[in-house]
């Protein structure tokens, strides 16, 4: 299981270029402000301040938020014990610490995956899934899930979310201010004095949300196929993953309690806003790649 292994420590890696980037774009969008307001580094330190209060609060809560949003409650091993048992076979078949274990009161199917490290992992999962799926699929999906959460992707795809939303808060801030503010114009009308300058920061404050939630959606999609792959590593059974897929885009109810905030952490896309059918702008919006795809892939292994 050397590639598994080997993925976390990428994953790892990645955590820390992403939020470097993503760092970098929030000074350069301070720096900016500051510049147009001379505000000399108070929107600099501004932009830091809010982006660490919100990593520190999803950091540490992300979890319990998410659960109490989705109205998950625990499954107790005594009232679940099947479920339970799954789980412990896929935690020991994968060498990670087993998850506690939510439901969703839904007739839909779906799952998710949760928790900032691997201690503190959860996997939730909507009743209808527990009740339409056979054993060989719903190991698939466990294994997914779990993939996840070995994987680091709950705590990587927390901080690009994180920064995701600074930076899109920062950017409306600014445009906001620049269109109805009265105040300190004599700087503005200097910065105006360096056009190259201000074209760039501008485009960089009305483009950077955009180009940000991109990323964030492509590497979210990129992180599906992944947990795909590690979870047939981990059954060795692709067929299972592959049937529970299939089965999952044949379900046409959409999860109630889901919502876009939460809809990339799901299995399959939870509000079925797309078909994902040779739609290439459909597809680079969305929170999943399309489930063909991964069949296919699946199929191929």
Do not use: W
């Not at 009305?206 to 979210?220: D, E, H, N």
């Not at 993953?241 to 896309?269: C, M, P, Q, W, Y």
């Not at 290439?280 to 999943?288: D, G, K, P, Q, V």
Request: with cysteine; net charge positive; proline share 3%.
């Amino acid at each position: 299981m050397s590639t598994f292994y080997d993925q976390i420590a990428q994953n790892k890696r990645s955590s820390y270029v992403i939020m470097v980037l993503f760092v970098v774009v929030l000074a350069l969008i301070g720096y900016f402000i500051d510049f147009i307001y001379d505000g000399g580094f108070f929107f600099t330190g501004l932009a830091f301040i809010i982006a660490g209060l919100m990593g520190f609060i999803s950091y540490y809560n992300s979890d319990k938020i998410i659960l109490s949003l989705s109205g998950a409650k625990k499954i107790e091993k005594g009232s679940g014990a099947d479920i339970h048992n799954l789980v412990q076979n896929i935690s020991i078949a994968s060498g990670l610490p087993k998850p506690r274990i939510y439901y969703i009161r839904d007739s839909s199917m779906n799952a998710f995956a949760t928790g900032r490290n691997l201690e503190n992992g959860v996997i939730c999962f909507t009743t209808g899934i527990l009740q339409k799926l056979d054993k060989r699929e719903l190991e698939g999906v466990i294994a997914h899930e779990m993939s996840h959460i070995g994987n680091y992707d709950i705590r990587l795809m927390s901080i690009v979310s994180v920064l995701v939303g600074s930076i899109a808060l920062i950017s409306d801030f600014f445009t906001r201010g620049l269109i109805y503010s009265g105040g300190r114009r004599g700087r503005r009308k200097e910065a105006f004095s360096h056009p190259i300058m201000f074209i760039i920061g501008l485009a960089l404050i009305i483009l950077s949300p955009l180009v940000a939630r991109l990323i964030k959606l492509a590497l979210g999609r990129h992180r599906e196929f992944l947990a795909d792959a590690t979870a047939v590593e981990i059954t060795r059974n692709p067929r299972g993953l592959a049937n529970a897929l299939r089965r999952l885009s044949e379900d046409k109810e959409i999860l109630k309690s889901a919502n876009g905030a939460t809809a990339h952490l799901f299995i399959v896309n939870p509000l079925k806003s797309s078909s994902g059918k040779g739609n290439r702008i459909a597809n680079l919006f969305s929170t999943h790649p399309p489930i063909e795809e991964r069949v296919r892939r699946l199929e191929a292994m």
